[in-house]
């Protein structure tokens, strides 16, 4: 992820261990500290091949990337997953009306 805001915002550093865990059928990459993984040494988050062919990511996909601090998470979810958010909260009557 070429956007380290989220990862500056949790407090994470350059070599930190996390865990990354994907959640296809949601859309949905969740990364907690502790793991296999480890941030790059410029501080960014290197999604693993097994996490984007499981979410069917390809090179320049966008993520919503969400950081809790006081739940030290990260979740990104896809375009997809985020437009089904979206659409799901959304009421017949919020659409604009046509003329």
């Known amino acids: 992820m ?3 805001s989220p990862i500056i ?3 994470w ?3 930190d ?3 990354i865990t994907a959640h296809p059928h949601k859309g949905v990459i969740v990364v907690v ?3 296999p993984h480890r941030l790059t040494a410029a501080g960014h988050l290197r999604l693993p091949s097994d996490i984007r062919h499981t979410c069917h990511l390809e090179n320049g996909n966008r993520l919503l990337a ?3 601090p006081h739940q030290n998470l990260l ?3 896809t375009a997809h997953s985020t437009m089904m958010m979206i659409k799901s909260w959304l009421r ?3 659409a604009p009306q046509q003329t």
């Open 9 to 11: 915002a949790l407090g």
């Open 92 to 94: 017949p009557s919020d």
């Open 33 to 35: 500290p502790g793991g």
């Open 75 to 77: 979740i990104a979810a």
């Open 66 to 68: 969400i950081a809790y």
């Open 2 to 4: 070429a956007d380290r």
């Open 13 to 15: 550093r350059p070599g």
């Open 17 to 19: 261990a996390v865990r």
